[in-house]
Nanobody
């Protein structure tokens, strides 16, 4: 069973940066398109960034120009670099593959507040 472990969240002031990491068990990251999702209180989980097996990325309009997704297949890890953070970016962030997801990890909390 695939396990996903997200880390790197925390409390940051508006305009700050964070780098999230997602460790995926097993050597399967390279053969799957991966994404970072987030879920804010009272809202549905949404996809914010994705990267396919060729390394082509796509971002939601709300994070374009601020977030960058990347992957290290040798380390089975997916990253999300978040810059120019805004209070509306506050959420629990998860990673998973696109399409039919694996079991979700616990996520990592990102709080943007002054």
């Amino acid at each position: 069973q695939v396990q996903l472990v997200e880390s790197g969240g925390g409390l940051v002031q508006p305009g700050g940066s964070l780098r999230l990491s997602c460790a995926v068990s097993g050597s399967i990251t390279a053969s799957n398109a991966m994404g970072w999702y987030r879920q804010a209180p009272g809202k549905q989980r949404e996809l914010v960034a994705s990267i396919n097996i060729l390394g082509i990325t796509n971002n939601a309009d709300s994070v374009k120009g601020r977030f960058t997704i990347s992957r290290d297949n040798a380390k089975n890890t997916v990253y999300l670099q978040m810059n120019s953070l805004k209070p509306e970016d506050t959420a629990v962030y998860f990673c998973n593959k696109l399409g039919r997801p694996w079991s979700w990890g616990q996520g990592t909390q990102v709080t943007v507040s002054s």
